[in-house]
């Protein structure tokens, strides 16, 4: 059974860093692309980042390039994001998700998110 | 970027009923369109890939289709497990984008 276990939320300042992992199992992790998904209180689902099985190639939303991080380590089945600069609009459910291994960006399953609040 | 333009975003329907809802692409996505239904308090749930293949598990009940850029999901014999928002999603080309989603409250 695939699980994706997010963890890592929490409250943080404005300009401060946090960082989310997603442990993973139930499959071959380092087989499959990943992504983070994030989804502010009451609206819609964004996608902010995702990155290959090897780790070697990665894509982000313009709203967070240069201030957060995608990451695995395939030793350790963990997908990671490292999040800095946080801002107010950052406040969200982060979701971690998995590709299906046919097509990039095609998600087949999700984890239960990591809620990341950024206020002073 | 792809916008996803979801419609309606919320539609009020009775159990055992029909319902379609819709999402346009901006530009051509071929068949890269998911469906996702999510529940409240709940993570969303893969329905749908490649426009009209069901996820394993997902009932019959839920179908997909293509009409060039237009994308609909049906359910039938709609249940009160069925109530949800739902959102499709487009994964031709990064960014990622997906539609707005469409609230299905019970009437």
């Known amino acids: 059974e695939v699980q994706l276990v997010e963890s890592g939320g929490g409250l943080v300042q404005p300009g401060g860093s946090l960082r989310l992992s997603c442990a993973a199992s139930?499959?071959?992790?380092?087989?499959?692309?990943m992504n983070w998904v994030r989804q502010a209180p009451g609206k819609g689902l964004e996608w902010v980042s995702s990155i290959s099985g090897s780790g070697d190639t990665t894509y982000s939303a313009d709203s967070v390039k240069g201030r957060f991080t995608i990451s695995r380590d395939n030793s350790k089945n963990t997908l990671y994001l490292q999040m800095s600069s946080l801002r107010a609009e950052d406040t969200a459910l982060y979701y971690c998700?998995?590709?299906?291994?046919?097509?990039?960006?095609?998600?087949?399953?999700w984890g239960q998110g990591a809620l990341v609040t950024v206020s002073s | 970027d792809i916008q996803m333009t979801q419609s309606p975003s919320s539609l009020s329907a009775s159990v055992g009923d029909r319902v379609t809802i819709t999402c346009r692409a901006s530009?051509?996505?071929?068949?890269?369109l998911a469906w996702f239904q999510q529940k409240p308090g709940r993570a969303p749930k893969s329905l749908i890939y490649l426009a009209s293949r069901l996820q394993s598990g997902v009932p019959s009940k839920f179908s997909g289709s293509r009409s060039g850029t237009d994308f609909t999901l049906t359910i039938t014999s709609l249940q009160p497990e069925d109530f949800a928002t739902y959102y499709c999603?487009?994964?031709?080309?990064?960014?990622?984008?997906f539609g707005g989603g469409t609230k299905v409250e019970i009437k």
């Open positions: 530009q051509g996505i071929t068949n890269y």
């Open positions: 998700a998995k590709d299906s291994g046919s097509y990039w960006g095609e998600i087949d399953y």
């Open positions: 999603q487009q994964y031709k080309t990064y960014p990622l984008t």
């Open positions: 139930g499959f071959t992790f380092s087989t499959y692309a």
